[in-house]
């Protein structure tokens, strides 16, 4: 099949641009984590629940839905860090919720296209960007004992931007990959640092108490899918891939075969019938 090759200024000055532009906003937003340190800490403040919550570079015309104990004030300055590590880790897990539906609003958006070339065109630069931010993140770890870490390192503002960027832009692959397997794969496949960095990034989600299981089973399928699971499920299959929509049209038309097959041979048998019952009254 072939492939346009274009860059990503191209595709969002091009007839995407709109939704381009809409899109990269989440990676932007994923590549800044100013001001979420104080997002957790105001997490458990009923007073402030109802001022919205938001980062610069969020789409604006897509604002997230409200859902109980919103994070707030995400760009306030620190305040504490004394707040107890249960209540840490649920203060994020709501902010995480937050940036989750917005997400899978921009995934599903780019699942929307038809056609491979578009989703391609989407999918390259939000990728590019993904990827420069978890390089960035990684570098910034390099010297950091995570497993040493409190579960949400507020005391570590540095260290916890770069654990923010990597929770989130993990869970961001993992909806790119599994609905759109065929573009993100072109992109990734034969990529040594870019499929190292996939794996180093689900092992450290893995380690977090602020992932849970929902989000867990999904990188899990991020790792079946880009085949770098310690241990192959035989029986994963991607229902969004083409090679698998293809097999399902074949067995489809396959099975329509057979069923006028067998119709015919039906009707056939019924004809015969009559012809004899005919020949029997003569």
């Given at each position: 099949m072939p492939r346009r090759r274009r860059t990503a200024a191209a595709a969002v000055s091009g007839a995407m641009g709109v939704l381009?532009?809409?899109?990269?906003?989440?990676?932007?937003?994923?590549?800044?984590?100013?001001?979420?340190?104080?997002?957790?800490?105001?997490?458990?403040?009923?007073?402030?629940?109802?001022?919205?919550?938001?980062?610069?570079?969020?789409?604006?015309?897509?604002p997230s839905p409200r859902l109980p104990g919103d994070v707030a004030r995400l760009n306030a300055p620190l305040e504490t860090t004394d707040m107890p590590d249960d209540k840490l880790v649920q203060s994020y897990r709501r902010h995480f919720a937050i940036k989750r539906t917005e997400q899978v609003k921009a995934a599903d958006s780019i699942f929307e296209k038809p056609q491979y070339e578009r989703r391609f065109d989407l999918v390259k630069p939000l990728l590019d960007e993904l990827f420069r931010t978890l390089r960035a993140s990684q570098r910034a770890l390099e010297d950091v004992d995570v497993a040493a870490l409190r579960p949400v390192p507020v005391d570590q503002p540095e260290v916890l931007d770069a654990l923010l960027k990597v929770w989130e832009n993990m869970a961001f692959?993992?909806?790119?990959?599994?609905?759109?397997?065929?573009?993100?794969h072109t992109l990734i496949d034969n990529h040594n640092v870019r499929l190292g960095l996939v794996r180093w990034g689900v092992d450290l989600c893995l380690e977090?108490?602020?992932?849970?299981?929902?989000?867990?089973?999904?990188?899990?399928?991020?790792?079946?899918?880009?085949?770098?699971?310690?241990?192959?499920?035989?029986?994963?299959?991607?229902?969004?891939?083409?090679?698998?929509i293809r097999e399902q049209q074949r067995l489809k038309q396959q099975q329509q075969q057979q069923q006028e097959e067998h119709l015919k041979?039906?009707?056939?048998?019924?004809?015969m019938r009559k012809r004899r019952l005919r020949h029997h009254d003569l």
């Amino acid at each position: 099949m072939p492939r346009r090759r274009r860059t990503a200024a191209a595709a969002v000055s091009g007839a995407m641009g709109v939704l381009a532009v809409a899109l990269l906003a989440v990676l932007m937003m994923l590549s800044s984590g100013d001001g979420v340190v104080a997002a957790l800490e105001a997490g458990t403040s009923d007073s402030e629940a109802g001022k919205g919550h938001g980062r610069e570079g969020a789409i604006a015309t897509s604002p997230s839905p409200r859902l109980p104990g919103d994070v707030a004030r995400l760009n306030a300055p620190l305040e504490t860090t004394d707040m107890p590590d249960d209540k840490l880790v649920q203060s994020y897990r709501r902010h995480f919720a937050i940036k989750r539906t917005e997400q899978v609003k921009a995934a599903d958006s780019i699942f929307e296209k038809p056609q491979y070339e578009r989703r391609f065109d989407l999918v390259k630069p939000l990728l590019d960007e993904l990827f420069r931010t978890l390089r960035a993140s990684q570098r910034a770890l390099e010297d950091v004992d995570v497993a040493a870490l409190r579960p949400v390192p507020v005391d570590q503002p540095e260290v916890l931007d770069a654990l923010l960027k990597v929770w989130e832009n993990m869970a961001f692959f993992g909806d790119l990959i599994l609905r759109m397997p065929d573009q993100v794969h072109t992109l990734i496949d034969n990529h040594n640092v870019r499929l190292g960095l996939v794996r180093w990034g689900v092992d450290l989600c893995l380690e977090s108490p602020v992932y849970e299981d929902t989000h867990r089973q999904q990188l899990r399928l991020v790792l079946q899918e880009t085949g770098l699971a310690e241990e192959k499920d035989p029986s994963y299959i991607n229902p969004f891939s083409e090679a698998y929509i293809r097999e399902q049209q074949r067995l489809k038309q396959q099975q329509q075969q057979q069923q006028e097959e067998h119709l015919k041979k039906t009707l056939k048998r019924q004809r015969m019938r009559k012809r004899r019952l005919r020949h029997h009254d003569l």
